[in-house]
């Protein structure tokens, strides 16, 4: 049986770069660091960066795939304010309702839509069994 996230890997340019921008913009705590990699943990995440400078990344900028981490609801101005004032590129959110929470959608220096969001996935479940009557609950 599957029992968590093991650790999530993303492939960069620059891993310099986003070295910088997973340490001093998300202070994510780096443990290691090698010429084509680096190892960080987030809260409890692992999370890895594996350099690949020659490959094609226009792609990822169509998707919504995307990765969340939770983040006080008391600290979410304090927290776009911060990626602003770091220049980060923040991404205009979909329209939501309050109870769906707050969230703020930006990207890495490669593209990768990163959310810091103020929900639980209590309040995303109660909220759709609220307002979706076409999804269908197996809890």
């Known amino acids: 049986m599957i029992q968590s996230i093991n650790h999530v890997t993303y492939s960069v340019s620059d891993l310099k770069k986003s070295i910088v921008f997973y340490k001093d913009i998300l202070k994510a705590r780096i443990l290691v660091e090698s010429d084509n990699t680096a190892y960080f943990t987030i809260g409890d995440l692992w999370l ?5 400078k020659d ?9 919504y795939t995307h990765m969340a ?3 006080n609801e008391s600290e979410f101005d304090i927290w776009y304010q911060w990626l602003k004032d770091n220049n980060v590129s923040i991404l205009k959110g979909r329209n939501r309702d ?5 969230s703020i959608y930006f990207t890495d ?5 990163l959310e810091l969001h103020t929900g639980t996935l209590q ?3 109660d909220f759709y069994k609220e307002e979706k009557q076409h999804m ?4």
């Open 69 to 71: 981490f939770t983040i």
């Open 109 to 113: 220096p490669d593209g990768h839509k």
């Open 98 to 102: 309050l109870r769906d929470k707050k």
């Open 136 to 139: 269908k609950f197996y809890i």
């Open 48 to 52: 890895a960066l594996n350099e690949e």
């Open 55 to 63: 490959i094609p990344r226009n792609e990822i900028h169509y998707s």
């Open 123 to 125: 309040d995303r479940l």
